[in-house]
Nanobody
Framework: QVQLVESGGGLVQPGGSLRLSCAASGFTFSNYAMSWYRQAPGKEREWVATITTPGTRTTYADSVKGRFYISRDNDKNTLYLQMNSLKPEDTAVYYC???????WGQGTQVTVSS
């Protein structure tokens, strides 16, 4: 069955960096554009970034543009999110998702705090 397993979250100080990973299985990863989403406590889940199937085009939410970078390795069926210059407002559970599929992973917690 379709599985998405996010990892790489943790506690980081403001200004720090983290790299999230999303391991995909159960579908042909290279055929799907992929996105990252996040959900902060008490807020709705919001879109963060999207990457096309060959990885040649990326789009970002204004709140993360210039700080976050989405990438993929189709040989490893893995999606990444490099997060730099982290701010407390980036604190959330981060999820990956294949566009056009309904499955969500369990998410990975990112906490930005001093």
């Amino acid at each position: 069955q379709v599985q998405l397993v996010e990892s790489g979250g943790g506690l980081v100080q403001p200004g720090g960096s983290l790299r999230l990973s999303c391991a995909a299985s159960g579908f042909t990863f290279s055929n799907y554009a992929m996105s990252w989403y996040r959900q902060a406590p008490g807020k709705e889940r919001e879109w963060v970034a999207t990457i096309t199937t060959p990885g040649t085009r990326t789009t970002y939410a204004d709140s993360v543009k210039g700080r976050f970078y989405i990438s993929r390795d189709n040989d490893k069926n893995t999606l990444y999110l490099q997060m730099n210059s982290l701010k407390p407002e980036d604190t959330a559970v981060y999820y990956c998702k294949a566009i056009g599929r309904s499955t969500w992973g369990q998410g990975t917690q990112v906490t930005v705090s001093s």
